[in-house]
């Protein structure tokens, strides 16, 4: 059966492992959530469970037997599963190229005076337009990302916390989707 649960992210922390050796790790505030529909095969075509944590809902592509009004908390993931998390990064505005995609910039003299953060070239005599997918200034963050492979390093099972090895994407207080 599929593990999953909807979390909050709480802080960056980290603990000490049997021989002294720190252990960077995220806390995440997760459930307990409560199952608000079962979409079967048989009438919606898939199988998959919605789930409300709070105001917010999601549905799971899930086997197995769901009953509607269900609860379901951390007590189904244990130490040392592997998951992935997935959630929204932080929004960082309109961004340049430096900050955005990594460019070195333009040298500090021989001449420029307002161009050192510039992205230089960005097109050619031919084809006498801007390419589709030039590196350009615009809004950086903000998008969904995946991190796969992260490992649970503890479970809290009367405060409803996870604690996932490293760091995962978001402010605090965003909201992720842990799934095993």
Request: charged fraction near 30%; glycine fraction near 16%.
């Amino acid at each position: 059966m599929k593990k999953f649960i909807l979390g909050k992210k709480i802080e960056m922390s980290q603990i000490f492992d049997k021989d002294g050796i720190v252990i960077p790790l995220t806390v995440v505030q997760a459930g307990p959530m409560e199952v608000t529909q079962v979409k079967t095969k048989d009438v919606d075509g898939y199988e998959s469970v919605q789930v409300s944590f709070g105001k917010t809902k999601r549905e799971f592509k899930a086997e197995g037997s769901f009953e509607k009004g269900a609860k379901l908390d951390v007590s189904a993931f244990e130490e040392g599963d592997i998951v992935k998390v997935s959630g929204n990064v932080k929004g960082r505005g309109f961004q340049g190229v430096v900050k955005r995609h990594g460019f070195a910039g333009g040298p500090r003299t021989h001449g420029q005076k307002h161009s050192e953060r510039a992205p230089g070239s960005i097109g050619a005599v031919w084809p006498q337009r801007v390419v589709k997918g030039t590196r350009m200034g615009g809004r950086m963050g903000g998008n969904r990302v995946s991190i796969e492979g992260l490992k649970i390093v503890k479970v809290d099972a009367e405060k409803n916390l996870l604690y996932i090895r490293g760091a995962v994407q978001g402010a605090r207080g965003a909201l992720l989707e842990v799934s095993a």
